[in-house]
């Protein structure tokens, strides 16, 4: 089956302490991003990934870093993560960036 | 630059009744535009997408949009809603900037019984 997989679902952890999301796919799509979700606001991109190893920022990149070392895998990273990183955040993939994306099914990170 | 604009932040209807949910886009060039759904505590899923083909384009579930080059516009509608439609759905415009999707605020449906 066709799918982005996230890890972990929900985490709660506290200011500074680094904390890595997960993201993997089994699609073989060359495309990869993050995203968060705030009310009011829809999703607004954190990092993409044309390639392995091509990264580049998207709207919202402080505080966040990600690698793309194979294909499948895009991790985001929270060095020193603060109160307002708190939000859900989705990864997905596509074959190309203009065409349909999925989408993993969310990761609702809490920072105290 | 491109932008997405839903016009409504939340639409009640009742079930069995016609579903519209509006969108409004800024493109420089033709854009591929897309409707997404997100059901609580889910993943987005696609609706449909429009890649400059026909500009009425249909999608799953009996949701269609009508794109409108004059009036900028990509409105999703349903002739008849049902209870499984609430949900919260997302206009999206992908940008020519390393094809990046830029998401409009959503429109969270709720349908009445």
Known sequence: EAQVTQNPRYLITVTGKKLTVTCSQNMNHEYMSWYRQDPGLGLRQIYYSMNVEVT???????GYKVSRKEKR??????????PNQTSLYFCASSLEPWTEAFFGQGTRLTVV | ????????????????????????YSSSYSPSLFWYVQHPNK?????????????LVKGI??????????????????PSAHMSDAAEYFCVVSGNQGGKLIF??????????
């Open chain 1, 56 to 62: 580049d920022k998207g709207d919202v990149p402080e």
């Open chain 1, 73 to 82: 895998n895009f991790p985001l990273i929270l060095e020193s993560p603060s």
């Open chain 2, 1 to 24: 630059a491109q932008s997405v604009t839903q016009l409504d932040s939340h639409v009640s209807v009742s079930e069995g009744t016609p579903v519209l949910l509006r969108c409004n």
């Open chain 2, 43 to 55: 993943g987005l899923q696609l609706l449909l997408k429009y890649t400059s083909a026909a500009t």
């Open chain 2, 61 to 78: 579930n009996g949701f269609e949009a009508e794109f409108k080059k004059s009036e900028t516009s990509f409105h999703l509608t349903k």
């Open chain 2, 104 to 113: 409009g605020q959503g429109t969270e449906l709720s349908v009445k019984p």
